[in-house]
C-alpha cells in the first residue's frame, strides 16, 4: 500500500537538515543534506507505519475530502 507524506525540511544552523512530518507523528530524521535526510525520513515513516498499521490506529488514510487541504504536486520533466 502506497502512503503519501508531506514532509516539512528545514537548514539547522549546525549545518544539517531536520525533516519532520505532521502526517507521521514522531517522524524526525537528520542528514548531512537534503537528499540524505529524504531518504532517512522515508525509512523511519515507513515503520512508522508498519508499527501504526500493526496497531490498526493513527495515520490517518485517504477518503473524505475536506474543504481545504494540502496536496502533494510531483512533477515529471
Do not use: W
Not at 493513527?58 to 496536496?71: K, N, Q
Request: aromatic share 4%.
Amino acid at each position: 500500500m502506497e502512503h503519501v507524506v508531506n514532509v516539512h525540511i528545514e537548514k539547522l544552523p549546525e549545518g544539517v537538515y531536520l525533516a519532520t512530518s505532521d502526517d507521521v507523528p514522531g517522524l524526525v530524521a537528520q542528514g548531512r543534506t537534503i537528499a540524505e535526510t529524504l531518504e532517512i525520513a522515508r525509512d523511519v515513516a515507513k515503520k512508522l507505519i508498519e508499527a501504526q498499521d500493526g496497531r490498526k490506529s493513527g495515520i490517518a488514510r485517504l477518503g473524505v475530502t475536506a474543504e481545504s487541504f494540502d496536496y502533494p504536486l510531483i512533477l515529471g520533466a
